[in-house]
């Protein structure tokens, strides 16, 4: 077709030349015009016309199950932050911008309960509704965890465990909501004689998880995602060069 395209501009360009000569008739006139016009833009250099369009990387990071799992949008492991459930059709955002991955070993067995830390543990993002709903719960007040702080985060029959790398170990109350919106600590238990919702006692260690889980262990982040290049749509010139098979 290349070749073709090349012998159709010559013939115009030489009948184009020929008819200003012998001055031939105006139709004889305008289809020599057109038939080197035609040919030349099939020759053409011009491939693309407008800039490339790309979408900001998205990529799951944590997989409770099947079916719920947590997505990113963002660059370097940083960005929009959503749960999503793909059977129930939930999809709730947990943070506009700036939200960060957690590196700590996170198991979640999930029913209607999540607990979903932020990369330092300063807020941890609880529902009991399955995720259409999310409230911030803390440490309670005096208590920090900074990044690698923690060994093992478990979340088991709707509760959520913080295992510090000091051996303290943390609890969220039981049933959900009862008393107070801040996690609790085993030295605090018996320090103040504090009950964690209905006469909860917090526990010394961290219950199994259940042996069927079959969720991811930590969450995962790919810290060099690349951007999506959109479906282009091509202009007039391009589909025709790509019609003649002349396309670069």
Known sequence: MIILAIICTLIGAVLSIRTVINERPRPWRSGSYLLFIFGLLALSPITNLRPQKLTVPSQIIYRFDEHRYLLLTGYRCQGRAYFIDDKEQIYYQLARHSWRVYTEPYRHPAKNYFSIPYSDLSGIETSIDGGRSFKTIHLRSGHSLGHHDSPQYDVVNDQAFILAKNGELYISEAPFGTRTPDMLSKKEQHREGAILGRSQIIPDSIPPIPSDYNGWDK???DY?????????????????QQFLGTAK
């Open 219 to 221: 969450m995962r982040c």
């Open 224 to 240: 060099n995602a690349k951007s999506s290049k959109l479906p282009d749509n091509h202009t007039v010139l391009e589909v025709y």
